[in-house]
């Protein structure tokens, strides 16, 4: 797949398959020690995932979690609060696949 857009903005590479960290990348800019994870609007930051959601070019933190798949979830609450049936989510509302990858 190719390169699409978050809802952050910044540029992203679409998901690949596999495993094991597949499409973890750094994050450009912002210093920090930060790591992209394949879900939509999470990285890691140092030991904790975190999440971030962009409304309206302003970006806001959902909070610091203990696992990839808590701050994906987070994201989604946030997306469906904020965009409704237009949310781009990692898991759609009926526990399938839908972005990201798979959970």
């Known amino acids: 797949m190719g390169r699409g857009v978050d809802r952050e903005g910044e540029s992203v590479k679409g998901d690949e398959g596999g495993g094991g960290g597949g499409g973890r990348k750094r994050a450009s800019g912002g210093g920090g020690d930060r790591v992209r994870s394949g879900f939509i609007g999470v990285s890691l930051n140092g030991n904790r995932w975190s999440a971030r959601i962009s409304v309206a070019g302003k970006k806001t933190s959902l ?41």
């Open 63 to 103: 909070g610091g979690y203990d696992t990839e798949k808590e701050a994906a979830l987070a994201y989604d609450r946030a997306s469906r609060q904020q965009f409704g049936e237009k949310a781009r989510c990692n898991v759609s509302k009926e526990g399938g696949r839908e972005g990201g990858r798979d959970v």
